[in-house]
């Protein structure tokens, strides 16, 4: 194993021998490609404003304006980002789970797309996306202008004379009864959780890193730094995950 990095070998024999292979994703994994993650996505302009503050039903309600400004700037800070190898590693696990016959699920609660954009061909999406946006009150799509062009007004107006707002699960609101039912019924038969770039603090999604190890699953997870699954999980592999992946993918997948 290259000695700058985490002994691979366990955590990828465990990964190459799995039946059912689940992977969790946080905004840690698209950190390399340019995205703040949530909790420092307050950068320049959004300094003063707290994100969990402002990912709410409430702040809409009291300030459209802003909180659509806030996520049209993400929409487009979003699209002008590439994926990085750690999400190209997550669609090659993918297609090799797949090639030998094993079933593959991401659940991201990332809402910027790029798992999709780097070749995963079914993310559920659990909180949504900010890619996306549709009528606060009859709840029709309401396509967003192409990237790299912002929203002519804030907040935008529906035909239905209604604010617009982000496809996203704002704190508060449930997560889609779909997602919510995927997530469940490919925890129920992993054998492996893959968790890549989560602070695991919010729920449900944290939650799923102990369902999985509940129903007798191994654990790995990829983060620079400890977080509260630290203690559970089989192994926990310091460091950025557009670094680790490739090479806990390709110690996996081998030539494939
Ligand atoms: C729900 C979309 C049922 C929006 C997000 C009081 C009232 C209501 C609810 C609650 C309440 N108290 C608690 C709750 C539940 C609440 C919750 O969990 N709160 C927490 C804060 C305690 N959950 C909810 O409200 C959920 N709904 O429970 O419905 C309900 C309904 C009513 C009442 C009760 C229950 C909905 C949660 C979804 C919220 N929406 N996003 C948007 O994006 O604007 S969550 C948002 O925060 C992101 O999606 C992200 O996943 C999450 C955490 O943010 P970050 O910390 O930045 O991101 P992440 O977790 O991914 O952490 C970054 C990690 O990456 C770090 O660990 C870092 O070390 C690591 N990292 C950094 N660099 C790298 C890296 N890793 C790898 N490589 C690197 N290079």
New binding site residues.
């Given amino acids: 194993m290259p000695d700058d990095g985490p002994d691979l070998q366990a955590p990828a024999e465990a990964l190459r021998g799995a039946r059912g292979v689940v992977v969790l994703t946080?905004?840690?994994?698209s950190?390399?490609s340019g995205i703040p993650?949530?909790?420092d996505t307050m950068q320049g302009l959004w300094a003063s404003f707290d994100?969990?503050q402002l990912?709410t039903p409430e702040a809409f309600a009291r300030d459209p304006e802003l909180v659509t400004r806030w996520y049209d700037h993400r929409r487009l800070g979003c699209a002008a980002c590439e994926p990085n190898p750690g999400h190209l590693a997550l669609a090659r696990l993918e297609r090799g789970v797949c090639a030998r016959g094993g079933s593959f699920t991401l659940l991201t609660?990332?809402?910027d797309g790029l798992h999709r954009r780097a070749g995963n061909t079914d993310p559920v999406e659990l909180?949504?996306s900010v890619m996306t946006w549709r009528c606060s009150e009859t709840g029709e799509a309401v396509a967003p202008p192409p990237p790299p062009e912002p929203w002519p007004e804030f907040p935008p107006e529906s035909l239905a004379g209604a604010p617009v707002r982000p496809d996203?699960?704002?704190?508060?609101?449930?997560?889609p009864e779909a997602a919510l039912e995927r997530s469940f019924e490919a925890l129920s038969s992993c054998d492996l959780l893959l968790s890549?770039?989560?602070?695991a603090?919010?729920?449900?999604?944290a939650g799923f890193i102990e369902v999985a190890a509940a129903n007798g699953a191994r654990t790995i997870e990829?983060?620079?730094?400890d977080?509260p699954m630290t203690p559970i999980v089989t192994w926990a592999l310091r460091g950025?995950?557009?670094h680790i992946l490739p090479s806990l993918v390709e110690a996996a997948l081998g030539g494939e």
């Fill in positions: 946080g905004a840690g994994v950190a390399e993650t949530f909790r994100p969990q990912a609660q990332n809402v909180h949504g996203v699960v704002w704190f508060g609101e449930t997560l890549v770039g989560t602070s603090v919010v729920y449900p999604a990829v983060n620079p730094k977080t950025p995950s557009a």
